[in-house]
């Protein structure tokens, strides 16, 4: 197993890995960003405000995209299963 290989899999795991961030926290931050806009231009200071639409928004999205992201996790496993005689070999 070569210092190539190894890395080319890590940068492999690592995109994977942001790519799953990015679908779930994205949309929070878009949520967030409409709620302080709202809060500034009505000058209401409520943290419970900004917190809960954010939660049910994150929690509607994993629920939503996680069957995508299971597949997405579950593939790169069984890419690296399958092709461990190949990697190390």
Known sequence: ??????????????????LLVSVIVFPSLAVGLLISTFQ???????QTLSF??????TL?????????????ISDYFNYLFKNIPLLIG
């Open 1 to 18: 197993m070569t210092a190539q290989l190894v890395l080319d899999l890590f940068g492999e795991a690592f995109y994977l890995i942001v």
């Open 52 to 57: 809960l639409p954010r939660l049910i928004i």
């Open 60 to 72: 509607l999205v994993i629920m939503w995209a996680g069957p995508w992201i299971v597949t997405k």
């Open 40 to 46: 500034a231009a009505t000058q209401i200071n409520e």
